[in-house]
């Protein structure tokens, strides 16, 4: 689990989580927090969380991930001077090269890549870059937006209108994607937002690992009524009990108070295509300067007014230009106001309040576990366990869904915790598909 930093306390909790899952013997997910340093930081390059899924033979996987939660965050900070969108995406093309020079350079990694989404609060609202299909969402009040696009076989197809017929679409395999950094010297990134941040909005990174288990009906629930500590948690609980299948990696995002809220009036729309530092000056503009200057000296000195005042002209204008060009207005490009972003974002909504049928998933969850830890043996406070059961009931008969949600949750985890430490145990004898 993250630590939380002092300094953001009282405006911002995370958690981060990463599992190997049941059926993977590596893990070959990253993933990345960096949380600015002072509220100078923030305005410059705000909060930047990072996931990537790596893959390839080997260990290759493994590292083109950790090239990249490494490359970008690194790449990022180096161009202060860009907007952030632009810093974003250079970064992410940076290290997409240098994944890509890695596995040229070793027979063992060639092919290898990673997903790569990346998520950055900055005052002016969540901003996203984005390769493959790990997935960034948005949870505001009752409703859970997906912020990025699937680079994947599935979501390609069904976007080119080609997977209208319900059979067709049922053919497509749903693991193969189609972006991604390091196979290839160039590719294409996904810039998203900004999107406007709401004291109580939570995001959540993840990789197909918990996608593919836990669907979206369920994803909203569960941040909704949970911490980000505990909803990690819970999440990599929940896409296990299904099978595990592949490595999972999570990270929710919660915003708590309004120093991270987007507010229009203090924050300065971004302007792409504009530098921090004034263009150089060319030399040309000196020497004539300098030749207007002396050639308006010598005619006063000579008696010549006429031509002293023609080179004084010349100076002046010269001195104009280069104060312009010094100190003028730089402003250019594109500016990203009054609602205008970068991308087509949201790609999905969902409504996340629970419904009875996942609390019924729940309830049955619930139940499998305690017979399952029953005929194993295994030590269980079952007092805290079989109350936070009977609170769920209560919870759920009184209409207080979120909070038979939450009890149902934590009920879960804490068998979960048992089921953790039964180190001696393979995970695939020990795996419970539910």
Same mark, same amino acid.
């Given at each position: 689990?993250?630590?939380?930093?002092?300094?953001?306390?009282?405006?911002?909790?995370?958690?981060e989580?990463?599992?190997?899952?049941?059926?993977?013997?590596?893990?070959?997910?990253?993933?990345?927090?960096?949380?600015?340093?002072?509220?100078?930081?923030?305005?410059a390059?705000?909060?930047?969380f990072?996931?990537?899924?790596?893959?390839?033979?080997?260990?290759?996987?493994?590292l083109?991930?950790?090239?990249?939660?490494d490359?970008?965050?690194?790449?990022?900070?180096?161009?202060?001077?860009?907007?952030v969108?632009?810093?974003?995406?250079?970064?992410?093309?940076?290290?997409?090269?240098?994944?890509?020079?890695?596995?040229?350079?070793?027979?063992?990694?060639?092919?290898?890549?990673t997903?790569?989404?990346?998520?950055?609060?900055?005052?002016?609202?969540?901003?996203?870059?984005?390769?493959g299909?790990?997935?960034?969402?948005?949870?505001?009040?009752?409703?859970?937006?997906?912020l990025?696009f699937?680079?994947?076989?599935?979501w390609?197809?069904?976007?080119?209108?080609?997977?209208?017929?319900?059979?067709?679409? %049922?053919?497509?395999?749903?693991?193969?994607?189609?972006?991604?950094?390091?196979?290839?010297?160039?590719?294409a990134v996904?810039i998203e937002?900004?999107?406007?941040?709401?004291?109580?909005?939570?995001?959540?990174?993840?990789?197909?690992?918990?996608?593919?288990e836990?669907?979206?009906?369920?994803?909203?629930?569960?941040?909704?009524?949970l911490?980000?500590?505990?909803?990690?948690?819970?999440?990599?609980?929940?896409?296990?009990?299904?099978?595990?299948?592949?490595?999972?990696t999570v990270?929710?995002?919660?915003v708590?108070?309004?120093?991270?809220?987007?507010?229009?009036?203090l924050?300065?729309?971004?302007?792409?295509?504009?530098?921090?530092?004034p263009p150089?000056?060319?030399?040309?503009?000196w020497?004539?300067?300098?030749?207007?200057?002396? %050639?308006?000296?010598?005619?006063?000195?000579?008696?010549?007014?006429?031509?002293?005042?023609?080179?004084?002209?010349?100076?002046?204008?010269?001195?104009?230009?280069?104060?312009?060009?010094?100190?003028g207005?730089?402003?250019?490009?594109?500016?990203?106001?009054?609602?205008?972003?970068?991308?087509?974002?949201?790609?999905?909504?969902?409504?996340?309040?629970?419904?009875?049928e996942?609390?019924d998933?729940?309830?049955?969850?619930?139940?499998?576990?305690?017979?399952?830890?029953?005929?194993?043996d295994?030590?269980?406070?079952?007092?805290?366990?079989?109350?936070?059961?009977?609170?769920?009931?209560?919870?759920?008969?009184?209409?207080?869904?979120?909070?038979?949600?939450?009890?149902?949750?934590?009920?879960i985890?804490s068998?979960?915790?048992?089921?953790?430490?039964?180190?001696s145990?393979?995970?695939?004898?020990?795996?419970?598909?539910?």
């Amino acid at each position: 689990m993250a630590e939380q930093t002092a300094n953001w306390d009282d405006c911002l909790r995370y958690a981060e989580l990463t599992d190997v899952g049941m059926r993977r013997a590596t893990n070959q997910d990253s993933k990345r927090v960096a949380i600015a340093s002072s509220q100078e930081d923030w305005r410059a390059s705000g909060h930047l969380f990072m996931i990537a899924d790596g893959m390839g033979a080997h260990a290759a996987g493994e590292l083109a991930s950790k090239l990249a939660v490494d490359g970008v965050p690194h790449h990022y900070k180096k161009y202060r001077d860009l907007s952030v969108p632009e810093a974003l995406q250079k970064a992410v093309v940076e290290t997409n090269a240098e994944v890509h020079r890695r596995g040229e350079a070793n027979a063992d990694f060639h092919n290898m890549g990673t997903t790569a989404s990346v998520l950055v609060l900055v005052p002016q609202g969540a901003l996203v870059a984005h390769v493959g299909d790990s997935r960034i969402y948005r949870l505001r009040q009752d409703r859970l937006e997906q912020l990025t696009f699937d680079h994947s076989l599935v979501w390609e197809t069904r976007a080119a209108g080609l997977a209208q017929d319900s059979e067709l679409a %049922a053919t497509i395999p749903k693991n193969v994607i189609t972006r991604s950094l390091g196979p290839n010297a160039a590719v294409a990134v996904d810039i998203e937002g900004p999107f406007p941040v709401e004291v109580g909005d939570t995001f959540l990174l993840c990789s197909d690992g918990l996608t593919g288990e836990v669907p979206d009906e369920e994803l909203g629930p569960i941040l909704a009524s949970l911490p980000p500590d505990e909803a990690v948690q819970v999440l990599v609980d929940l896409a296990n009990l299904r099978g595990g299948p592949d490595n999972i990696t999570v990270i929710v995002v919660q915003v708590v108070g309004p120093r991270l809220a987007t507010d229009p009036q203090l924050a300065a729309p971004i302007t792409l295509g504009q530098k921090a530092d004034p263009p150089s000056i060319h030399p040309a503009y000196w020497i004539v300067l300098g030749v207007s200057f002396l %050639a308006a000296v010598t005619m006063l000195v000579a008696s010549h007014p006429i031509p002293a005042l023609l080179a004084a002209l010349v100076l002046l204008v010269t001195l104009g230009l280069i104060g312009w060009r010094r100190f003028g207005p730089r402003r250019g490009g594109v500016q990203l106001s009054g609602g205008r972003r970068l991308g087509k974002g949201p790609y999905t909504s969902t409504a996340s309040p629970p419904s009875r049928e996942f609390l019924d998933k729940l309830a049955s969850i619930f139940r499998e576990l305690r017979e399952a830890a029953q005929e194993r043996d295994w030590d269980v406070d079952w007092e805290t366990f079989d109350s936070r059961g009977r609170q769920a009931e209560r919870a759920a008969a009184g209409g207080d869904k979120s909070a038979a949600v939450r009890e149902y949750a934590r009920a879960i985890s804490s068998i979960m915790d048992e089921f953790r430490s039964q180190n001696s145990r393979k995970a695939s004898d020990s795996a419970i598909d539910l």
